[in-house]
T-cell receptor, first 112, second 114 residues
Framework: SQTIHQWPATLVQPVGSPLSLECTVE??????LYWYRQAAGRGLQLLFY??????ISSEVPQNLSASRPQDRQFILSSKKLLLSDSGFYLC???????????FGSGTRLTVV | SQKIEQNSEALNIQEGKTATLTCNYTNYSPAYLQWYRQDPGRGPVFLLL???NEKEKRKERLKVTFDTTLKQSLFHITASQPADSATYLCALEVNAGNNRKLIWGLGTSLAVNP
């Protein structure tokens, strides 16, 4: 079956520290992968999407970066976190040719 | 400017009644409109999708309508149950250059009281 794994579930990090969030999918190949952020009172904001290994598109300029080292692995990173990076980070995938998105369980990041 | 709006106030209804949630948009020409359910601390879960040339879609107790003239979608849950309590998000898929992009509403919180 097709599943998506995202970890960790919660994370508290100090300002200026690095970040690495990982997302992996199973049961599918060559998915489109997405990183979203959901801040309080704001809608889901698309941060990055990837249509294949090494292919990353950035939607908004920010303190974050993404990488896709393997077909089913998508990583969100930062070298130095800011307070404004706090939020609920969601990984999602969509098989090419389909329309709906499948989301991971999310990571609640608090930068202190 | 382009925007998508959902009822900002939480909706409280009695068990067994029909819940109706609204999604309005401006300045988009969406190819699809999708509805998702999100529980606290969890990722959204896909419920239904309706295409621009469809008026209505049903799935069990759920019904979605899409009026491209009014630029509005209504999401109905009939015979509502306390387990239906969650936040419901609508999302438009629109053309963005060579790609398609999903634009999300802020969601409407639904509470079904026993």
């Amino acid at each position: 079956s097709q599943t998506i794994h995202q970890w960790p579930a919660t994370l508290v990090q100090p300002v200026g520290s690095p970040l690495s969030l990982e997302c992996t999918v199973e049961g599918t190949s060559n998915p489109n992968l997405y990183w979203y952020r959901q801040a309080a009172g704001r809608g889901l904001q698309l941060l990055f999407y990837s249509v294949g290994i090494g292919q990353i598109s950035s939607e908004v300029p920010q303190n974050l970066s993404a990488s896709r080292p393997q077909d089913r692995q998508f990583i969100l990173s930062s070298k130095k976190l800011l307070l404004s990076d706090s939020g609920f980070y969601l990984c999602a995938w969509r098989v090419s040719g389909t329309i709906s998105y499948t989301f991971g369980s999310g990571t609640r990041l608090t930068v202190v | 400017s382009q925007k998508i709006e959902q009822n900002s106030e939480a909706l409280n209804i009695q068990e067994g009644k029909t819940a109706t949630l609204t999604c309005n948009y401006t300045n988009y020409s969406p190819a699809y409109l999708q509805w998702y359910r999100q529980d606290p601390g969890r990722g959204p879960v896909f419920l239904l999708l309706i295409r621009e040339n469809e008026k209505e879609k049903r799935k069990e107790r759920l019904k979605v309508t899409f009026d491209t003239t009014l630029k509005q979608s209504l999401f109905h849950i009939t015979a509502s149950q306390p387990a239906d309590s969650a936040t419901y998000l609508c999302a438009l898929e629109v053309n963005a250059g060579n790609n398609r992009k999903l634009i999300w509403g802020l969601g409407t919180s639904l509470a079904v009281n026993p």
